[in-house]
Nanobody, 126 residues
Framework: QVRLVESGGGSVQAGGSLRLSCVAH????????MGWFRQAPGKEREGVAG????????YYADSVKGRFTISQGGAKTIWYLQMDSLKPEDTAMYYC???????????????????WGQGTQVTVSS
C-alpha cells in the first residue's frame, strides 16, 4: 500500500520561505510523476508543480513560476517543494501526490494522480 507523507508546512510572513518534503512509502513504480498540489478553503484543489522521476522538465503553475521549485531528493522516494517569496494568496493546504509516468512531462492534474498525502498547512500572513 503506497503511502505519501508530506511535511514542512507552517506559518510565515509574506516574502518568507518554506521547504516542503514528501516521502513515499512502498512506492514500486520505476517511472512515476512527483507532484505538488494545494487547496484553499472554498476553492478547488489545483496543481502547483510536477516532475518525472529522474526528469529535467518540471512544470509549474503560472501563479508560482519563478518562486517555487520542485526537486527530487537523493532517494527516488523523496521530493521537495522549495517555496520562496511567499504571498498571502499561497495560503492553502499543500499535498504531494504521485502517479505512473507516461512521458517526459508530469502535469499536475488532480484527476490523474492516484496516490496522495494527507496535506501540510501553509499560512502566509501580510
Amino acid at each position: 500500500q503506497v503511502r505519501l507523507v508530506e511535511s514542512g508546512g507552517g506559518s510565515v510572513q509574506a516574502g518568507g520561505s518554506l521547504r516542503l518534503s514528501c516521502v513515499a512509502h512502498d512506492m514500486f513504480y520505476d517511472n512515476y510523476c512527483m507532484g505538488w498540489f494545494r487547496q484553499a478553503p472554498g476553492k478547488e484543489r489545483e496543481g502547483v508543480a510536477g516532475i518525472l522521476l529522474g526528469g529535467h522538465v518540471p512544470y509549474y503553475a503560472d501563479s508560482v513560476k519563478g518562486r517555487f521549485t520542485i526537486s527530487q531528493g537523493g532517494a527516488k522516494t523523496i521530493w521537495y517543494l522549495q517555496m520562496d517569496s511567499l504571498k498571502p494568496e499561497d495560503t492553502a493546504m499543500y499535498y504531494c501526490a504521485a502517479k505512473l509516468g507516461r512521458g517526459d512531462y508530469c502535469y499536475p492534474v488532480v484527476s490523474q494522480y492516484n496516490y496522495w498525502g494527507q496535506g501540510t498547512q501553509v499560512t502566509v500572513s501580510s
